[in-house]
């Protein structure tokens, strides 16, 4: 929590709440009139007014690797983004079987990001090294599972499973359902169709954990689909009845965790053992169609429950200057200003 407008307030960043805020400001929220015209212009034209905002915040994150390094990980979003890459250096391919990041830079300026073309990184995976010992096993076609995960952007640009085989080549197909209360529905998100089966070979992955790439459909991305911070899973079902298929679970270092597990295709009778316990392996790059985004909570009460909610699209961050204080935190202070704000009671 942080004093903001004199009231206590929770800061979402991307869809993050944003638990390590020190400060948070709000500098001017209003008309902003900007005009182009030139002393040859009779008419006036080119005048645009528009709503403004602009403020700063700061706040103190975790550099460990795995769930507790987000924060380190969205800052920078400011100059980039990050990926996975493989041990060896190069991309993440299918069939690696170890990541390391791979940052990539970006001209994050608010013309690219209005117009859709910025990607960003998603911190849900799970390092190949950091996945425990137990594997959910599908051995029969329609067995199914749902594995948790939460948008960061409305489209995905790329998605990765840790998967390993035995016996045969082992075909599957993926899809998108919605969340209720923390489980998965059996309801496709509108639109969104299942990938095409996708094939992973026995010769590949049946040594070990390795990273398949998941084939996404046009469906996917041919639209904006996913809200940014909402939870949604994907839906694994097998197709083939040789063999088996099996998806390592994580043991520590969990963002969403969130894992579901039923013989037949349908969420009714699937077994929750591994909820709120454990996360499969994945990793997703999303693309996000309306830039940086920030919320921000005015509570009125101690209960939290009542007061005001700001919401900043399309945020233009100005300036961000992080400092390493120590190996397990990072410090760092942002600017950023938006033509695109909203407010509702709460």
């Known amino acids: 929590m942080a004093n903001f407008l004199g009231q206590r307030t929770r800061v979402e960043f991307n869809g993050h709440d944003v638990s390590h805020l020190t400060g948070a400001s709000i500098g001017g929220m209003g008309i902003t009139m900007d005009t182009f015209q030139t002393l040859n212009d009779p008419f006036d034209h080119d005048i645009e007014i528009e709503d403004e905002a ?8 975790s550099d460990v690797a795995g769930a507790d390094n987000k924060f380190k990980e969205i800052f920078n979003l400011v100059l980039g983004y990050q990926d996975l890459a ?29 117009n859709y073309t910025a990607p960003r990184f998603l911190t849900v995976y799970r390092r190949i090294s950091e996945l425990g010992a137990t594997k959910i096993e ?51 998100v509108s639109s969104v169709s299942a990938t095409g089966t996708q094939t992973a ?15 996404l459909p046009a ?17 694994i079902i097998k197709q083939n009845a040789s063999g088996s298929l099996f998806i390592p679970l994580a043991d520590s270092n969990q963002d969403y965790s969130g894992f579901y597990f039923d013989s037949d295709h349908t ?27 920030v919320v921000v909570f005015d509570y009125i009460d101690q209960a939290e429950t009542s007061g005001v909610k700001y919401t900043f699209n399309k945020v233009k961050l100005d300036s ?23 407010y509702d009671v709460i």
Request: proline residues 2%.
């Open 138 to 188: 599908l051995d029969a076609v329609e067995e199914t599972c749902w594995i948790k995960f939460r948008a960061q952007g409305e489209r995905i640009d790329t998605l990765f499973l840790a998967i390993k085989t035995e016996t045969a080549n082992q075909t599957f197909t993926v899809s998108i359902v919605t969340d209720s209360s923390g489980v998965p529905t059996d309801s496709l």
């Open 54 to 61: 602009t403020g700063s915040f700061d706040f103190v994150a």
């Open 219 to 235: 469906s996917w991305n041919d639209a904006d689909r996913l809200t940014v911070g909402t939870d949604y899973w994907l839906k």
């Open 320 to 342: 961000v200057t992080p400092s390493f204080a120590n190996k397990q935190a990072t410090r760092a202070s942002v600017s950023w200003k938006c033509n695109d704000w909203s």
């Open 267 to 293: 969420i009714a009778g699937a077994a929750s053992t591994y909820d709120g316990l454990k996360e499969a392996g994945h990793y997703i790059k999303f693309k996000q169609t309306e830039g940086l985004n």
């Open 86 to 114: 493989d041990s060896d250096g190069g991309t993440l391919a299918n069939g690696d079987t170890g990541d390391s990041h791979l940052p990539t830079d970006i001209n994050f300026d608010a013309t690219e990001e209005v």
């Open 201 to 215: 070979a026995n010769s590949t992955f049946s040594s070990a954990n390795k990273w398949f790439s998941v084939g």
